[in-house]
């Protein structure tokens, strides 16, 4: 069970549900169960919450039981409940549910491929100046054997000071560096949680996230995230009924919806998860990309023990291609971490994090160079969506690099496809979730320049046709990168 779900919970999420039965003909509690069955398919209901008693929903809505007894069961009958006598009804999809995502990358350079699948950018103009500087450095490290599992201590002591200045404070033996944020997660998903063991997630979430979830044979269980963010009683009692070992939560420039949590429910987040003895993962991947204002002071603030584990790296506001992440977490968790680690990799290249280092030491101008670069292709992006496809929509995020966009019917694998029969590579809703739901949204990173961005989206706006058009079958490929 993923969380108990009220009355005035659901009331919202079903909205103007009513109306739209005046478009059709049909009893009340077949459209009372459609809109449910359109919530689940579309993401915007979790699978495995416990829906409010019959009484409580009719309460809510002005009508009778009897309507919400019969939409209960009609969606029982057709798998997208499930129930036990005196002791709930949960939501569900017909066929069970797995993560509908393989996480595979493709290493294709097409320069006619306008890329809207990866949300990451290129290299800084200063990274060619940070590589000759770390040539420069190597001297002194290459009479060591080269293997630090938990990283060189300049850029574990720069990591550390990053983290104090933002109102954490950290020692440098509370950071481990990592081949990227993507081991960081593996390596934390392999220490703290055994296989069966539940974890839980946002829906939707960052899709390789939860691979590493399910190769380890996880029990993954989400938690949904509206059109306005986390509902913040609905999460907190969603941590307290799922008992999970692992809560996995992205709570800056959330990927893939964009969104920002604020700092109230941050503060009650830790409290909550000591509570039932779950560790919380917080990827923070995006946090220095505030783009309108500022961001709330971390998650690990308001954690009084070692429940809050951070994971961060150079990615997002620097370059992918660079691989450092790392984990900010307890003395005795690194040691731990160290220890596991040494059976994978061993460690980061030394050369690496001496790049690192040095992009660190110049990373006020670099980030407010990304910061600037993104405002504006942000902006672009959003124009031509609401010029182009204005029965799309979306929330405008603060930061970040994302917009998780709706669409204006559920054919985002088919729009993804025929996209890249037109050069456009896109990552559809279904990438994001579990088998069945998202169908209606797409991640679209502005990570793109302006004329790019706008040229996309006249593609994206000859595909939607193309969507509607009869025509011979398709093959349907595998989406390419995600990222």
Known sequence: MAGIMRGAQLARLLGSWQQARTHRRGPEYAALAGAVRGLLTDGRLALGVRLPAERELAEELGISRTTVTAAYRTLRE?????????????????????VGTTGLFSGDADEDVLDLGCAAMGAPPQMMSAVHAAVADLPKYLCQAGYQPTGIEPLREMIAARYTARGLRTQPEQIIVTSGAQQALDLLVRLLAAPGQRVLVEAPTYPNAL??????????????????????????????????????LIPDFHNPTGHLMPEELRAKLPAAAHATGTDLIIDESFAELSLDGATPPPVGVYCRGARVISVGGMSKPFWGGLRIGWIRASAATVARLAALRV?????????EQLVATHLLADADAIVAARRTELRAQRDALVSALRELLPQWRF?????????????????????????????????????????GTFERFLRMPFALPAAQARDAVERLAEARDRVERPGPARRWAEPAVVA
Do not use: K
């Open 343 to 351: 059976h994978v990799d061993m460690a980061s290249p030394v050369l």
């Open 395 to 435: 929330h405008v995020p603060s930061g970040g690099l994302c917009l998780w966009v709706e669409l204006d019917a559920p054919v985002s694998t088919a729009l993804a496809q025929v996209a890249s029969e037109l050069g456009v590579r896109i990552a559809a809703g279904p990438r994001f979730g579990v088998d």
């Open 78 to 98: 057709s798998g997208y409940l499930t129930s036990r006598r005196g002791a709930g009804s949960w939501t569900a999809l017909p066929t069970g549910h797995r």
């Open 211 to 248: 691979t590493a979830f399910t190769e380890r044979r996880h029990r993954v269980l989400t938690y949904n995230i509206g059109d306005g963010g986390w509902e913040s009683d609905l999460l907190l009692s969603t941590l307290r009924t799922a008992q999970a070992r692992i809560a996995y």
